[in-house]
């Protein structure tokens, strides 16, 4: 069957560090990789997009990686501040559909 | 630009009431959806709308309907309410059927049914 895992444990780091959050996915070919931050009480907001045919993607201290072999994708927050906390989810798109498949999202707590 | 603006914010019902929750957006987006998200069980597609005038089933369906009417406004509606339906609803459009087209998310409705 169709999965997407993001690890469901918080993920603690020091400020500073980077940050590095886990997409891994199963049965799906997904054509295009979202992420999304939301914080609590709010609806997830779009951070990065990445295409099946991307190795990597960067935006300021974000950074997203794409490995189709693995079906895997990484995202990592660079010089982490506290403001990163939130809690960060993949969404899956597949050519064809209307529709995203997000995972469960994954607690990031930065700690000052 | 408000984006996508859902109301209301909260909601308590009892099992057995109905409600409709109404979804809008400003920017002229095609696309609008409705999910509802759980702990541990991430965001879950329940309907969705490619245009004015048409809805299709998402994965979670059941003891929902939806309505496109106007093409800024995308409405949920539960007929009988269960405490299954306990939930926070989020609504959300998208410019594009492309891949590349992010999701504009509201804040979404809080729901308890007792």
């Known amino acids: 069957s169709q999965k997407i895992e993001q690890n469901s444990e918080a993920l603690n780091i020091q400020e500073g560090k980077t940050a590095t959050l886990t997409c891994n996915y199963t049965?799906?070919?997904?054509?295009?990789l979202q992420w999304y931050r939301q914080d609590p009480g709010r609806g997830p907001v779009f951070l990065l997009l990445i295409r099946e045919n991307e190795k990597e993607k960067r935006k300021e201290r974000l950074k997203v990686t794409f490995d189709t072999t693995l079906k895997q994708s990484l995202f990592h927050i660079t010089a982490s501040q506290p403001a990163d906390s939130a809690t960060y989810l993949c969404?899956?798109?597949?050519?064809?559909?209307?529709?995203?498949?997000f995972g469960t999202g994954t607690r990031l707590k930065v700690l000052a | 630009n408000a984006g996508v603006t859902q109301t209301p914010k909260f909601r308590v019902l009892k099992t057995g009431q109905s409600m409709t929750l109404l979804c809008a957006q400003d920017?002229?987006?095609?696309?609008m959806y409705w999910y509802r998200q759980d702990p541990g069980m991430g965001l879950r597609l329940i309907h969705y709308s490619v245009g004015e005038g048409t809805t299709a089933k998402g994965e979670v369906p059941d003891g929902y309907n939806v309505s496109r009417l106007k093409k800024q406004n995308f409405l949920l509606g539960l007929e009988s309410a269960a405490p299954s339906q306990t939930s926070v609803y989020f609504c959300?459009?998208?410019?594009?059927?492309?891949?590349?087209?992010?999701?504009?998310f509201g804040n979404g409705t809080r729901l308890t049914v007792t």
């Open positions: 049965n799906y070919s997904p054509a295009y």
């Open positions: 920017m002229n987006h095609e696309y």
């Open positions: 969404a899956l798109h597949t050519s064809g559909t209307y529709k995203y498949i």
């Open positions: 959300a459009s998208r410019q594009t059927v492309r891949g590349d087209s992010p999701l504009h």
